[in-house]
């Protein structure tokens, strides 16, 4: 009975490629997000969905494409990876946009070659 | 825009004692939540409490209770009776409503060790 799962758990691979990660949740929220954790453990927004519309952008380079496809899902592609890209991405979801606290899926651990 | 400081790089406290972790926050919204979150080091994000920034009374949740001082912008977590497995990463986070779209602003964190 996971509230919100991320796949995959871990991900190694060479600068210059192409990767995926998956998230979906089963709470019946409304809102999703991608942040970033980098290696000082800060958090950061990058990005924010509700009922499949993209609402947040938050500067993050144009190799970074999220999609909806439903709103129990938000994926997060990544294209021509470089080693700054080496992090945890986190995924959250809320009921609504406004105060409801946001629950986090376990993580990818992202590291570049 | 949002700001949270969380000011402890570390902290250290004894098993069964209790322990306080400093958050300010500076934001021009009145309407806003902030949260508490425990990072334990397999690397998961775990809700803990939440205060309202209209709501009278501190939130408690079990151990958890967050000294709220409005005035002073801060929202100390407060966590009873340590236990060993409350050693983690804690992070002090707030959402505001209007547009910023519900997006968390995090603290930098503070590691909290609890010795036996």
């Known amino acids: 009975d996971t509230a919100v799962s991320q796949t995959p758990k871990y991900l190694v691979t060479q600068m210059g490629n192409d990767k995926s990660i998956k998230c979906e949740q089963n709470l019946g929220h409304d809102t999703m997000y991608w942040y970033k954790q980098d290696s000082k453990k800060f958090l950061k927004i990058m990005f924010s969905?509700?009922?499949?519309?993209?609402?947040i952008n938050e500067t993050v380079p144009n190799r970074f494409s999220p999609k909806s496809p439903d709103k129990a899902h938000l994926n997060l592609h990544i294209n021509s990876l470089e080693l700054g890209d080496s992090a945890v991405y986190f995924c959250?979801?809320?009921?609504?946009?406004?105060?409801?606290?946001?629950?986090f899926g376990p993580g990818t651990r992202l590291l570049v070659l | 825009a949002q700001k949270i400081t969380q000011t402890q790089p570390g902290m250290f406290v004894q098993e069964k004692e209790a322990v306080t972790l400093d958050c300010t926050y500076d934001t021009s919204d009145p309407s806003y939540g902030l949260f508490w979150y425990k990072q334990p080091s397999s690397g998961e994000m775990i809700f803990l409490i939440y205060?309202?920034?209209?709501?009278?009374q501190n939130a408690t949740e079990g151990r958890y209770s967050l000294n709220f001082q409005k005035a002073r912008k801060s929202a100390n977590l407060v966590i009873s009776a340590s236990q060993l497995g409350d050693s983690a990463m804690y992070f002090c986070a707030m959402r505001v409503t209007g547009t910023s779209y519900g997006k968390l602003t995090f603290g930098q964190g503070t590691i909290l060790t609890v010795h036996p």
């Open positions: 959250a979801s809320s009921q609504g946009q406004g105060l409801e606290t946001q629950y």
């Open positions: 969905y509700n009922n499949k519309e993209l609402i």
């Open positions: 205060q309202g920034s209209y709501d009278q």
